[in-house]
C-alpha cells in the first residue's frame, strides 16, 4: 500500500533525480551547506542534524568513505520505508547518491533488512535500471571522477541491527552487537573507515532539499523540525497507513486525520518511543515536541495498557543483543514485574523499584535499544497508574 | 638486540569491534596544544594525554571506579556497565573504561545516578547468580563479591536464582565450566580469541539467553581447547575453574601404602605466596618445602632437575638436527626445532599446524620428564614397587593435567604423572592443612635429586628455556664462559615482555666437547663460524605469527630454535597461577624466578651434579640415547582443526 | 551426511566464498545462501565456512545463534513467521496463530514431521496497518484470517506435489 496522504513534499511534483543533477553542479562544501541550512534531521530516530554528519564524514581522514542506508526498519510500527522502497527507490538510491557525492564516497550499501527480503529483486532491478541510465558507476552524468555504486546487503531478523554501529558491526560480519562510542561512525565506521548511516526517509528527503532548496525546504515544518515526516500510523484506528504531514502537527490533528479520536493513548515513536496520554495529545510531533521515527500506534478506549506494557517488554526481551547487563537482565526484570503486577502481587514499593531500574537501563545502557526500552513501561505505569495497580486478578488466580 | 618489530598481543585483536579498544585519532591541531586535556574528576582537574579513557584518568588521580568487564591485559569490551560516571552536558552515562577523553570533561564517579546504576547492575547480575559464595572456590577472591560487599548488597531486589539454569560441563581434564556463575563479561571469549587465537568460546544466542558457549554448545573435551586455563585466570568469579584433583591427592596421602612424591616447578613457588596476602613476586620455594611435608607429602623434588635434563636432551636434538639439515642435508631433519615443554602449546601445534609436527622436539616436558624417572630410577634406587608410587605435580598449568593424561604417557609402564596441581589448589591444601605457608621454616629438597641449577628456575618466564639452553649451547659448543658473553650470564636478548623475540648468536669457536656429547660427531667444526638464530614466542596468538611467517618463509623460517609457550609471559603467566594476573603481576613474578637464578651456586644445566649421575648410572647411553629415547622422548597426534 | 554430500556442499561454499569475498564481511552472505539452500546452516557447512574465512567455527556458531533467520537446526520447507509485535496483536494474531497450530498439528518452534512446515514467531514485520500480517519465506501474507490460513497453506501444500521433494532428504 502506499502513501495514504501526500504532502508538501511527496505532492511537490519534484522530477526525478532533479536533486541529484542539481547535486552535480555543487562542489561538496556547497551540497553540505545547502542540507546543513535545510535544517533537516535524521528521520530514523534520533534526529541528528544530516548535514552536520555528512560534514563530519566528508572531513574525516580516511582513504575510503562509505554511504549506508538504513533500512533495517524493525521499530514496531514503522512501515514508512517499506513504502519508501516500494514506490520511491529511486529517490533512496538518488539521495545515497548524492550524499557520496557529498562525503567523497565511491561505495554506498544499503542494509535491508531480511523480513523485506521480498523487496530484493525489484530494488537490484531499479539499481541496474540507474547504472543503465549513468545514474550510479563510472562518472555519473557525465561527471568527470563521481564514482558511485550501491551493493544491497541483507539483515536477518534482528532488530537492534538498525542501531548504526550494530549495523556495521553486521555487514562486518559479527553479531549485531552495538559498539562503544566515541569513535562515532562519521569517523570509524565500515571497516574503520568514515561512514554516514542515514535512515531511507532522510536520504529522500535530502533529494528535495537539493531540488528545491534549502529555503524552500525549511519553509515547511517548524523551525526547529523542518520539512515533512512520514507517519506509520496502526493501531485501533480507521484508516491506519503511512501519511505525510508537516512536522509539528499535533497528535490530536493526526488522529483525526486517520479517524483514531476516541484514542485513550498514542504510542509515538514505536516500542521504545513513549506513550501519550489522551490528555496530552495537543502536543506536537517534531523534535522540540514528542519526537517520533515516524510511528503511532493508536490504542482505542477499551485497550488494555498492562497487555501493551508487556507486549513491548517481551518484545525487548527478545530483540536486546544481551550484550550489556542492564538491557539483558533489566528488560527480563520489567517484564517479570508486570507479570507480578498481572497477579496482583506487586507492592508500591516493588513498583517504585522498577521505575528506578527504568532509569537505571535508561541511564546506563551500552546503546539505544537498552536506553529507550523502559520508556514505554514507566510511561504506561505513569499516566495509567490506576488502570494498572487496581485491576481485577484473573479469575484462576488462587 | 631483540627485535622490537613484532607487536604484542594488541595487534592481533580479531574480537568484534564491539569488544574492541578504540584509537582515536589525534586532535587535528597544527600547534599540538590538542596533545594533553584536562579533566575534571571529582572537582580535581587532572591533566592526561589525549584519548585516555576515563578510568585511566581515575587510576591515575587515585579515585577507584569499580569494573568487570576490563582486564588489562584485554581490548575494552564496555558490557558489564558497572563503571559508568557521570559526564556533564550528557544525558546518559557513560562506561569509564571506554570513553576516551578527546575535549576537557567534567565527571563524577558516585552521583546519585552513578550510585544507583551500579547497585541495579549488580542487582541484575545477581538475580541472575545461581550459587552461594559459601560453596564456592571464588570465596574471597571473586570480583563479583567484592563488588557486592563494596555496594551493600543486602538484599536479591529482582530475585535470585532457585535452581541451575546450565548443566556444568566437567568434561575436560583441566577446565571446568559453569555458566551458572557467568556475568558475561566476555573477558575469557577476548582472552581465547585474541591472546590465545584457539578460539574456543563465544557468545551464542542473544537477549537473556545469552551464555559463553562453544561451537555447537559441545562439551570442552570435544572442542579444540588446549587447556591454558587463560579463561580461568581472567575470569572475575568462578564460572570457569580447573579440574580439581586435590581430594585424590588426600587420599593418596592418607593411604599408608602409597609413597606420594611431589614434584615442585618454580613459577608456582613464585607465586603461591599470593593466595597468603602478599604481593607478587615473593618465592617462598623453601619455605613450600616444609609446608609439603607437613602436609604429609613422602618426598618433595624440584622440577628443575628435569628442566636441566630437558636442556640436555633437548640441546642434544638440536644438535644431532643440525648436524642432519646442514652437514648431512638430510631432507628430513626439520629445522628450526620447536620446543615442547609446554602442552597448551604442544596441542595447540598439533591442532592447528599438525603439519609442523615434526618440529617438534621430542623430548618431553620436565614434569613428564620427572615422572617417568620416579617411577623407574627412583623406584629402583629406593627399592619402591613403582605401582605404590603416586607422582604429583605442583604445576602453574592448567594443560599439565590433560597432558598428564595423554595415553602416550606411560612410559614407566605406569601413569608417569598421576595428578597435576595448580598453585592454587595446592595453597588450598596447604590452608586446610592449616598451615601458615609464609612463616614455614626453611627446608632443601630432598635427594636424590636434590636442588637443581638457576637455568631450570628461568624456564617459568618467556625466554628462559632459551636462556637456559644458550647458556649451555654457548658453553659446551663454544667452549667458554657464558659470562664472559653475558654479564651474570643474563641472557637479555630472549629476556623481557615481547610477544616475540629474535637474537642471533655468532659462533666463534668451538670445543673442547665435553664427554657426555663426545660420541655424538666425529667432527665439530661444521659449527664454527655458524651463526645460531633463535626466537622466543609466548601466548599462542604470537606463536600462531611465527608459524605463519615460517610457511610464508619468512625470517623466522632460518631459525634454529624457537621457544613457544602457550601462556602470556611463559609459565609464570599459567592457567594455574593465582587469580588475579596482569602485566606487573606477571613482571613481579618474572622477577622473583631471575633473582632465585642468580642464588643458585650452579646456573648451568650441564653441571647438574644429579643429571650427571643420571646419566652415569641409569641413562648409561647419553642423551638422546636408547633409553632416554625409551623414557624421555614422546611422539605427538596430528589432531587438526574440525570438530567431530 | 554422507562424504558426497560433504563434498558437494565444500565446493557450494567454495564457490559462495569466490563470489562474496573470503573476509569475515562475506560471512552474512554466505550463511544467508546456505540457509536458503538447505533450511539449516550444519555443523559441517560452519567448519567449512570459518576455515575459508580463516576464523574460528564458534564464531560462527556465535553469529549464526545470533540472527532469528539463520539457524543450526534444520527448518521446514516452509516456515512461517507470524508477527506477534503489537499492532498485529492487536488485530487478532493470537487466533491466527491458534489456527496455524490446528491446521499443522505443531506448536510454535517446532517443525511437522514431515519437515514440510515450521512455525516460528516473528517482530514486527513491517506491515502493522494490515495485520495480521505473516511471513512464509520470502513472502509476505496480510489481514490473514481464517479463510487466508488455509490458502495459504493450501498453496504451500500445492507446490509440494508440483515440485516433489528430493528423496532421501533427511
Ligand atoms: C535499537 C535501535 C534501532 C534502530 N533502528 C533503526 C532503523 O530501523 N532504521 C533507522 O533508520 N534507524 C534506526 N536506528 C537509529 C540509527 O542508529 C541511526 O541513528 C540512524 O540510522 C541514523 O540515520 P538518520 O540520521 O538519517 O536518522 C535505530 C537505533 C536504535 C538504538
Ligand atoms: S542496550 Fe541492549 S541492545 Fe544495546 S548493547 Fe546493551 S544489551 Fe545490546
Ligand atoms: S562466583 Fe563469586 S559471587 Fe558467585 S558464588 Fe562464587 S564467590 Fe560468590
Ligand atoms: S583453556 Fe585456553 S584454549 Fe581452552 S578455552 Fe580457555 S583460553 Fe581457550
Ligand atoms: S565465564 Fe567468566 S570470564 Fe567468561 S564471560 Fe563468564 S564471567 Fe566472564
Ligand atoms: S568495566 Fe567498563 S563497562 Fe565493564
Ligand atoms: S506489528 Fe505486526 S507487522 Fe508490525
Redesign the pocket.
Known amino acids: 500500500m502506499s502513501l495514504l496522504k501526500k504532502g508538501p513534499i511527496f505532492s511537490s511534483g519534484i522530477l526525478p533525480d532533479e536533486g541529484l543533477k542539481r547535486a552535480l553542479t555543487l562542489t561538496r562544501a556547497e551540497i553540505i551547506s545547502e542540507v546543513r541550512e535545510s535544517g533537516l534531521k535524521g528521520r530514523g530516530g534520533a534526529g541528528f542534524p544530516t548535514g552536520v554528519k555528512w560534514n563530519l564524514a566528508a572531513a574525516a581522514r580516511g582513504e575510503h568513505k562509505f554511504v549506508v542506508c538504513n533500512a533495517d526498519e524493525g521499530e514496531p510500527g514503522t512501515f514508512k520505508d517499506r513504502v519508501l522502497l516500494t514506490d520511491y527507490a529511486n529517490l533512496v538510491f538518488e539521495g545515497m547518491t548524492i550524499a557520496g557525492k557529498a562525503i567523497g564516497s565511491h561505495q554506498g550499501i544499503l542494509y535491508l533488512r531480511g523480513e523485506y527480503r521480498y523487496l530484493l529483486g525489484q530494488l537490484e532491478g531499479v539499481l541496474d535500471g540507474r547504472r543503465k541510465a549513468g545514474l550510479l558507476g563510472q562518472n555519473i552524468l557525465g561527471k568527470e571522477g563521481f564514482n558511485f555504486d550501491i551493493e544491497i546487503r541483507m539483515g536477518s531478523g534482528a532488530y537492534v541491527c538498525g542501531e548504526e554501529t550494530a549495523l556495521i558491526e553486521s555487514l562486518e560480519g559479527h553479531r549485531g552487537e552495538p559498539r562503544n562510542r566515541p569513535p562515532f561512525p562519521v569517523d570509524t565506521g565500515y571497516l574503520g573507515n568514515p561512514t554516514t548511516v542515514n535512515n531511507v526517509e532522510t536520504l529522500v528527503l535530502a533529494t528535495a532539499v537539493l531540488a528545491r532548496g534549502a529555503q524552500w525546504f525549511k519553509a515547511i515544518g517548524t523551525d526547529k523540525s523542518t520539512g515533512s515526516k512520514l507517519f506509520s500510523v496502526s493501531g485501533d484506528c480507521e484508516r491506519p497507513g503511512v501519511y505525510e504531514f508537516p512536522m509539528g502537527i499535533t497528535i490530536a490533528q493526526l488522529l483525526r486525520e486517520v479517524g483514531g479520536e476516541s484514542a485513550k493513548a498514542v504510542q509515538v515513536g514505536g516500542a521504545s518511543g513513549t506513550c501519550v496520554p489522551a490528555s496530552l495529545f495537543a502536543q506536537t510531533l517534531a523534535f522540540e515536541g514528542v519526537p517520533t521515527g515516524g510511528s503511532i500506534i493508536v490504542f482505542g478506549p477499551g485497550r488494555d495498557m498492562l497487555k501493551v506494557a508487556r507486549n513491548f517488554m517481551e518484545f525487548f526481551v527478545e530483540e536486546s543483543c544481551g550484550q550489556c547487563t542492564p538491557c539483558r537482565y533489566g528488560n527480563v526484570a520489567l517484564l517479570q514485574g508486570i507479570e507480578k503486577l498481572e497477579k496482583g502481587r506487586c507492592s508500591m514499593a516493588h513498583l517504585n523499584e522498577l521505575l528506578a531500574l527504568g532509569e537505571s537501563m535508561q541511564l546506563a545502557s551500552k546503546c539505544g535499544l537498552g536506553q529507550t526500552s523502559p520508556n514505554a513501561f514507566i510511561a504506561i505505569v505513569k499516566h495509567f497508574t490506576d488502570e494498572i495497580l487496581g485491576r481485577a486478578l484473573p479469575a484462576q488466580q488462587a | 638486540m631483540p627485535d622490537r618489530t613484532h607487536d604484542s598481543h594488541q595487534d592481533s585483536s580479531r574480537a568484534p569491534v564491539s569488544q574492541r579498544s578504540h584509537t582515536v585519532q589525534a586532535a587535528h591541531t597544527e600547534t599540538g596544544i590538542g596533545a594533553h586535556v584536562t579533566v575534571r574528576l571529582d572537582g580535581r582537574d587532572i591533566k592526561v594525554p589525549f584519548g585516555t579513557t576515563i578510568l585511566d584518568v581515575a587510576r591515575k588521580a587515585g579515585v577507584r571506579i569499580p569494573t568487570l568487564c576490563q582486564h588489562d591485559d584485554l581490548c575494552i569490551a564496555g558490557v558489564c556497565r558497572i563503571c559508568v560516571v557521570e559526564i556533564e552536558g550528557m544525558r546518559t552515562l557513560q562506561a569509564s573504561c571506554a570513553y576516551p577523553v578527546t575535549q576537557p570533561i567534567t565527571v563524577n564517579t558516585h552521583t546519585r545516578k552513578v550510585r544507583q546504576a551500579r547497585r541495579h547492575i549488580l542487582d541484575l547480575m545477581l538475580a541472575n547468580h545461581y550459587g552461594e559464595c559459601y560453596s564456592c572456590w571464588r570465596n574471597q577472591n571473586c570480583e563479583l563479591q567484592s563488588l557486592a560487599d563494596e555496594y551493600g548488597v543486602d538484599s536479591f531486589r529482582f530475585g535470585h536464582p532457585e535452581k541451575p539454569r546450565y548443566e556444568k560441563d566437567t568434561s575436560?581434564y583441566?577446565?571446568i565450566r559453569d555458566m551458572n556463575k557467568c556475568i558475561l563479561c566476555r573477558r575469557?571469549v577476548r582472552?581465547?580469541i585474541d591472546?590465545?587465537e584457539?578460539?574456543?568460546?563465544e557468545a551464542v544466542d542473544r537477549g537473556d539467553k545469552t551464555s559463553i558457549s562453544t561451537f555447537m554448545d559441545k562439551p570442552?573435551s570435544e572442542v579444540?581447547?588446549?587447556?591454558?586455563?587463560?579463561?580461568?585466570n581472567r575470569c572475575p568469579t568462578s564460572a570457569?575453574a580447573a579440574n580439581d584433583p586435590t581430594d585424590e591427592v588426600w587420599e593418596a596421602i592418607d593411604d599408608p601404602k602409597k609413597h606420594v612424591v611431589i614434584q615442585t616447578a618454580p613459577s608456582p613457588r613464585a607465586a603461591i605466596a599470593e593466595c597468603f596476602g602478599m604481593p607478587a613476586g615473593t618465592a617462598l620455594t623453601f619455605e613450600l618445602n616444609t609446608a609439603l611435608k607437613q602436609c604429609g607429602f613422602d618426598r618433595v623434588f624440584d622440577t628443575n632437575f628435569t628442566a636441566d635434563l630437558t636442556i640436555l636432551e633437548e640441546g642434544t636434538e638440536l644438535l644431532k638436527r643440525l648436524h642432519a639439515a646442514l652437514v648431512q642435508k638430510d631432507p628430513s631433519a626439520t629445522v628450526p626445532q620447536f620446543t615442547s615443554c609446554s602442552p597448551?602449546w604442544v596441542k595447540?601445534l598439533e591442532h592447528f599446524y599438525p603439519e609442523m609436527i615434526p618440529n617438534l622436539s621430542s623430548a618431553k616436558s620436565p614434569q613428564q620428564m620427572f615422572g617417568a624417572v620416579i617411577k623407574t630410577y627412583y623406584a629402583k634406587l629406593h627399592g619402591i614397587d613403582p605401582k605404590d608410587i603416586v607422582t604429583v605435580a605442583l604445576m602453574p598449568c592448567?594443560?599439565k593435567k590433560f597432558e598428564c593424561n595423554r595415553p602416550e604417557m606411560c612410559d614407566s609402564g605406569f601413569k608417569d604423572v598421576d595428578y597435576g596441581l595448580t598453585t592454587r589448589e595446592m595453597a588450598a591444601m596447604i590452608k586446610e592443612a592449616g598451615i601458615d605457608l609464609p612463616r614455614m621454616p626453611k627446608t632443601d629438597f630432598d635427594s636424590p635429586f636434590g636442588s637443581a641449577t638457576g637455568s631450570g628456575v628461568i624456564f617459568g618466564a618467556t625466554g628462559g628455556v632459551m636462556e637456559a639452553a644458550l647458556r649451555t649451547v654457548i658453553e659446551l659448543v663454544c667452549g667458554i664462559k657464558v659470562e664472559n658473553l653475558f654479564d651474570h650470564a643474563r641472557v637479555l636478548p630472549v629476556r623481557g615482555f615481547e610477544g616475540i623475540k629474535y637474537a642471533e648468536l655468532p659462533i666463534g669457536a668451538v670445543g673442547p666437547v665435553p664427554d657426555i656429547l663426545k660420541g655424538l660427531f666425529k667432527d665439530w667444526e661444521w659449527l664454527k663460524r655458524a651463526t645460531l638464530k633463535v626466537a622466543v614466542a609466548h601466548g599462542?596468538a604470537n606463536a600462531k605469527k611465527v608459524l605463519d611467517d615460517i610457511k610464508a618463509g619468512g625470517k623466522f623460517a632460518q631459525c634454529h630454535f624457537i621457544e613457544f609457550m602457550?601462556c602470556p609471559g611463559g609459565c609464570i603467566g599459567g592457567?594455574g597461577q593465582p587469580i588475579p594476573t596482569s602485566p606487573e603481576i606477571r613482571a613481579a613474578r618474572a622477577r622473583a624466578i631471575y633473582s632465585e637464578d642468580e642464588a643458585y651456586p650452579v646456573r648451568k644445566s650441564h653441571e647438574n651434579p644429579a643429571v650427571l649421575q643420571l646419566y652415569s648410572d641409569f641413562l648409561t647411553d647419553g642423551p638422546c640415547g636408547h633409553l632416554s629415547h625409551e623414557l624421555l622422548h614422546t611422539g605427538y597426534t596430528a589432531r587438526g582443526k574440525y570438530i567431530y | 551426511m554422507l562424504a558426497t554430500e560433504q563434498l558437494r556442499l565444500s565446493a557450494e561454499i567454495v564457490e559462495l566464498a569466490d563470489r562474496y569475498g573470503r573476509d569475515r564481511c562475506a560471512l552474512m552472505p554466505i550463511l544467508q545462501t546456505v540457509q536458503d539452500r538447505y533450511n539449516h546452516i550444519s555443523e559441517f557447512a560452519m567448519q567449512e565456512v570459518a576455515n575459508l574465512l580463516q576464523i574460528h567455527p564458534v564464531e560462527v556458531y556465535s553469529v549464526v545463534t545470533f540472527y532469528a533467520f539463520l539457524k543450526a537446526d534444520t527448518l521446514g520447507k516452509f516456515v512461517i513467521r507470524l508477527c506477534r509485535t503489537i499492532s498485529c496483536d492487536m488485530q487478532d494474531k493470537d487466533k491466527v496463530a491458534r489456527q496455524l497450530e490446528n491446521e499443522l498439528g505443531i506448536r510454535f518452534g517446532e517443525t511437522t514431521p514431515d519437515g514440510k512446515f515450521t512455525l516460528e514467531w516473528a517482530n514486527c514485520l513491517g506491515m502493522c496497518d494490515q495485520g495480521p500480517a505473516l511471513l512464509v519465506n520470502d513472502q509476505v501474507f496480510t489481514q490473514v484470517d481464517f479463510a487466508k490460513v488455509h490458502d495459504i497453506l493450501e498453496g504451500c501444500r500445492r507446490s509440494f506435489s508440483v515440485h516433489p521433494m528430493p528423496k532421501g532428504g533427511h
Do not use: D, E, F, M
Not at chain 2, 198 to 201: F, K, N, S
Not at chain 2, 224 to 232: F, L, M, S
Open positions: 575436560s583441566a577446565v575469557c582472552t581465547c591472546l590465545q584457539v578460539g574456543v568460546l570442552l579444540i581447547c588446549i587447556n591454558c586455563g587463560q579463561c580461568i570457569l597448551g595447540y592448567s594443560a599462542t602457550a592457567g
